[in-house]
């Protein structure tokens, strides 16, 4: 029996031990880790430090981090990992942890999401939303991310609210 297959049958607490909690103020070299934890034991995910540049390296493969250095880099560290682990993994945001200052995302195989989505559709939708790739969840901001180093576009706010 898989965890996927146990998930709808889990209370919301039992639910929420399945998912990585990411604080706010969480090292994002501590959030590398935490995944690492729940990928299948085949798969190396390590966060390593050169110089003042963080980098991830998934079964040796490196990827550096675009760090803002800023609060922001936890989501950016979580966005970068969402596309790293591509094809072979998704996490999704918990929605239960939403408004709070840690937050929840449940590390999943894709086809493992898949099944979720065929068996479960209900259920799935009323726990879990997919990861939005280059949003800020602590700060409801767009950040950079691995694939998407540059320049980030500039708010759409009316005129008057740059003031």
């Not at 590398?32 to 079964?59: H, P, Q, S, T």
């Not at 969840?137 to 759409?156: H, M, Q, S």
Request: contains cysteine.
């Amino acid at each position: 029996m898989s965890l996927a297959s146990d998930l709808p049958r889990m209370d919301d607490e039992s639910l929420a031990d399945a998912c990585v909690y990411i604080d706010w103020r969480e090292e994002e070299e501590a959030i590398v880790e935490y995944f690492a934890e729940k990928l299948d034991e085949a798969d190396k995910l390590a966060a390593i430090w050169k110089g003042d540049e963080l980098w991830i390296v998934y079964n040796g493969k490196e990827h550096k981090l675009p760090l803002t250095i800023s609060p922001k880099d936890r989501s950016v560290a979580l966005s970068s990992l969402a596309v790293v682990l591509q094809p072979k993994y998704e996490f999704r945001f918990l929605l239960q942890s939403a408004g709070s200052d840690t937050l929840s995302f449940l590390l999943l195989r894709r086809e493992e999401w898949e099944e979720l989505t065929r068996s479960h559709p209900d259920w799935l939708n009323r726990h879990f939303e997919p990861m939005k790739i280059g949003h800020d969840y602590f700060g409801d901001e767009e950040i950079p991310y691995v694939g998407r180093e540059g320049a980030l576009p500039k708010a759409n706010k009316p005129w008057w609210r740059f003031w």
